[in-house]
C-alpha cells in the first residue's frame, strides 16, 4: 500500500490562481479546459475529484464512468448542471462557491437596477444621438422603491446589503429558512411581495418547481406595475410573458442578466422574436450573464472552493494498492 495525494480534473477553463491553491492543499490535478464531453466521459475514471464552470453537465452517464470520483467543485454559485440525486447515491461531496461571487452579483443588480429606474442607458443613446429629452427621462430613487427579493441566500443578502444604503425598503422571501429578517431586508411572504412591491428581483436557483416561475400568472398577480430584474438563471422568467407585460404597462421595465436561450445564435423562431422586442425597447437592459463575474470574483471563488476542500478533509492522502 502506497499514499497518493487526491487527484482532480479541471473540466473547464480557470483562472490561475487556483493552481498553486490546490498545489499547496495537496492536490494533484490534470487541467483541461477545452476538453469535449466524449473526452471526458473517456478519461475521468481514475479521477477523485471534478471541477467544474458553467459547461459541464453532470448527470448519470457521466458518473457511471466515474467510479472513483469522490467530490465535485463547482466554481460558481448554481448547481443546476448537476444530478444532484445521482450524486447523493453514490456518495459524493458536492462543493460550490456560493459566497466566491455574491459581492460582484449585488453590484450588478444594483447597477442594472438604478439605470433601469433612471433611465441612464436611453438617455445616452439620445444624447449620443443629439436628443436632449430632460423630461421624457425623468426617473425614480431607489429610496422610493419597495424591493421584493425571491431567494435570500448569498446574492440575495449582498443585494440587501447594498439596497439599504439607498433607503429602500426591501422584503425578502425564501421557501427554504425561517427568522431570517436581518438589518437590511424584512422576511415576506409571496403574497405580500405580490402586493406591495415596486421591483420584482430574483435570487434563486433553477430547479424543476422554479422553471418558467414568472410568467403570465405571476405577473398579473403583482398588485403594482413593477420592474422586473433576474441575476440568476434564464429559465426561471418566461420571457414572452415578460413581452406581454411591457406592453401591457404591468411590467415597468426588466433588467435581465440572463435569458431563457443564451446560444443567440440558436434561437427558435418564437426565441428570436421575444428576443428582438426585447432588444429593441428602451425599457430593458441586458447583460450576458455576467452578475458575479469581475476580476475579484474570478480569483475569490478559487479561494472559496479550495478552503472547503480543505475544511472537509478531502485533501487528506489517499492508501492506494
Avoid at 449620443?128 to 427579493?149: A, I, K, M, P
Wanted: aromatic fraction near 8%; charge should be negative.
Amino acid at each position: 500500500m502506497s499514499e497518493t495525494q487526491p487527484s482532480i480534473l479541471i473540466a473547464d477553463e480557470m483562472h490561475p490562481s487556483l493552481f498553486p491553491m490546490l498545489t499547496e492543499a495537496g492536490f494533484r490535478f490534470d487541467y483541461q479546459p477545452t476538453i469535449s464531453r466524449a473526452q471526458l466521459l473517456d478519461q475521468l475514471a481514475p479521477f477523485d475529484g471534478l471541477i467544474i464552470r458553467s459547461k459541464t453537465t453532470v448527470d448519470e452517464a457521466m458518473l457511471q464512468q466515474a467510479p472513483n470520483l469522490r467530490f465535485i467543485g463547482r466554481a460558481g454559485a448554481g448547481l443546476d448542471l448537476l444530478d444532484l440525486d445521482a450524486v447523493a447515491q453514490r456518495g459524493i461531496a458536492v462543493f460550490h462557491a456560493g459566497t466566491g461571487n455574491r459581492d460582484a452579483v449585488g453590484e450588478q443588480a444594483v447597477g442594472m437596477l438604478l439605470a433601469l429606474v433612471t433611465n441612464l442607458v436611453r438617455a445616452d443613446a439620445e444624447v449620443r444621438q443629439g436628443v436632449w429629452d430632460r423630461e421624457g427621462n425623468r426617473g425614480y430613487e431607489l429610496g422610493s422603491l419597495t424591493v421584493g427579493l425571491i431567494g435570500y441566500g448569498n446574492n440575495g443578502q449582498a443585494t440587501a446589503r447594498r439596497l439599504s444604503g439607498f433607503g429602500c425598503r426591501v422584503l425578502c422571501y425564501d421557501k427554504y429558512r425561517t427568522d431570517y429578517s436581518d438589518a437590511y431586508a424584512t422576511e415576506a411572504s409571496v403574497e405580500t411581495i405580490v402586493a406591495q412591491a415596486d421591483v420584482l428581483s430574483l435570487h434563486i436557483p433553477l430547479t424543476g418547481e422554479t422553471r418558467m416561475l414568472i410568467n403570465d400568472d405571476w405577473i398579473e398577480r403583482m398588485a403594482k406595475p413593477f420592474y422586473l430584474m433576474n441575476v440568476a438563471r434564464g429559465e426561471i422568467v418566461e420571457l414572452a410573458a415578460v413581452v406581454r407585460g411591457l406592453e401591457s404597462g404591468k411590467v415597468r421595465g426588466a433588467a435581465l442578466d440572463v435569458l431563457e436561450n443564451e446560444k443567440l445564435g440558436k434561437l427558435t423562431p418564437d426565441q428570436q422574436t421575444t428576443f428582438d422586442y426585447l432588444r429593441g425597447s428602451d425599457r430593458v437592459i441586458l447583460t450576458p450573464h455576467i452578475a458575479g463575474w469581475t476580476h475579484e470574483s474570478y480569483v475569490r471563488i478559487n479561494r472559496v472552493l479550495v478552503d472547503q476542500f480543505v475544511q472537509a478533509g478531502i485533501n487528506t492522502p489517499l492508501s492506494r494498492a
